[in-house]
């Protein structure tokens, strides 16, 4: 079992920066695979970053590469996500997710902290 609790939302003007952390409890942590979801008022839930369970990649949705980066410290339990030159659209609550990687394979996101808000002014 993982929780996951994240912590970093708040109002920010356009074109400042926040960065996002998630905290996990458990021994594994460095057997699973992190991600960052979001999900904006009346929109679905959808994906923003992941990074491996040893950190060797990261992959981002189109509309945040180039601003957002995604890190871990396997040492600290927690994963980062930092975001630069925020827009008004990037105004959502932020989830921190986790699967577990075994075998050479990923389970499904099981894991979900409660999230935080982010909301970006015009």
């Known amino acids: 079992q993982v929780q996951l609790v994240e912590s970093g939302g708040g109002l920010v003007q356009a074109g400042g920066s926040l960065r996002l952390s998630c905290t996990a409890s458990g021994r594994t942590f460095s057997s699973y695979g992190l991600g960052w979801f979001r999900q904006a008022p009346g929109k679905e839930r959808e994906f923003v970053a992941s990074i491996a369970w040893d950190g060797g990649s990261t992959y981002y949705v189109d509309v945040v590469k180039g601003r957002f980066t995604i890190s871990r410290d396997n040492a600290k339990n927690t994963v980062y996500l930092q975001m630069n030159s925020l827009k008004p659209e990037d105004t959502a609550v932020y989830y921190c997710?986790?699967?577990?990687?075994?075998?050479?394979?990923?389970?499904?996101?099981?894991?979900w902290g409660k999230g935080t808000l982010v909301t970006v002014s015009s």
């Open positions: 997710a986790a699967r577990r990687y075994r075998s050479g394979s990923y389970y499904n996101w099981d894991y």
